[in-house]
């Protein structure tokens, strides 16, 4: 018997027959996974596509909302994204990490229910140095009676996101997708063009002896995460008694695809350089999508303080702190904010 390959457009096309999905929000998923191809194209052609540096004319750079220069392949990707999502008539608006503010769908165009909200290349300081990046995108329903949704529109909490996914570009090219019933990654075939299910209900481990974060940032750390991380360090000799292994991309499609697939803790905390941001990592284009991919294959996301999920958002670009993975040791970091922060209450 041959062995019969499960494409994306069959899962949806099944998630909508058992009740799981409609047919806007199966075009919706089936339009990004396409753009994402494109991108997956641009950044698979490296030097030779002339796509590698940074974008801007002339020596000057092009400085994006954040504040950070562009490369070249955040605007391709940016731009693949826009026009791929603008036409369908399931969208009402898009926004971007990339975009100082959210665009309702050109009025030429009809418009529907849903708005999709992206990170077009998210680790674009590994794009010239050849490792993984990847896109992260994440759909939420636009508000009833709303036409011509704006910024506000798009502040719901993750725990209303109907769909949320990544694509990383690495060694395959792998779209990891939950519409709310579990994780599931599609791997690129190349030759023949689709996505194909090589994971159905991804699970992550529950304890782990892996973590990820950007050990550089150490000294601006707060408190309780200096603790945390000083007693991962102390190992087998410290009071977690077994040793930690660190793993750090610096994108974080590649280190949540690697928590997704074995386990493991990713941290970007507050440090005192990012702290009058609120984070490094964007709630609404990064830590939520993420959030609600992890807490759907078992695992949690939290702000250390807080379910990840449960924050609401008071801006388009805010920032948070970052911890998710496997659900016992996002547990215990949280344990150690939550008693520095007690005992410094007042009594
Ligand atoms: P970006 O969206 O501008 O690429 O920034 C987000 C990235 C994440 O992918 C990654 O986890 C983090 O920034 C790396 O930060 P650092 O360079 O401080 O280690
Ligand atoms: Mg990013």
Known sequence: MTHTQISLTRFLIEEQRAGRINPELRLLVEVVARACKRIS???GKGALGGVLGDAGEAGQASINVQGEAQKKLDVLSNEILLEANAWGGHLAGLAS???????PIPDVY????????????????????????????SVLRCPEGVTTPDDAHFLQPGSAQVAAGYCVYGPQTTLVLTVGHGTHAFTLDREVGSFILTARGMRIPEETREFAVNLSNQRFWEAPMQQYVGDLLRGKDGPRGKDFNMRWVASMVADVHRILTRGGIFSYPLDSKCAPKGGKLRLLYEANPMAFLVEQ??????????????????????????????????AIAEDYHRRHDAARAPA
């Not at 009809?110 to 010239?128: A, K, T």
């Not at 294959?297 to 911890?323: E, I, K, N, W, Y």
């Open 297 to 330: 294959a078992g695992g949690a996301a939290s702000t250390g303080r807080m379910r990840m999920l449960d924050v609401v958002p008071s801006g388009l670009h805010q920032r948070v702190p970052v911890f998710l993975g496997s659900r016992a040791e996002v």
């Open 97 to 103: 990490e990339e975009m100082d503010h959210s665009q």
């Open 41 to 43: 194209i641009a950044v």
């Open 110 to 137: 009809p418009r529907g229910n849903y708005l999709l909200l992206f990170d077009p290349l998210d680790g674009s300081s590994n794009i010239d140095v050849n490792v993984s990046v990847g896109t992260i995108f």
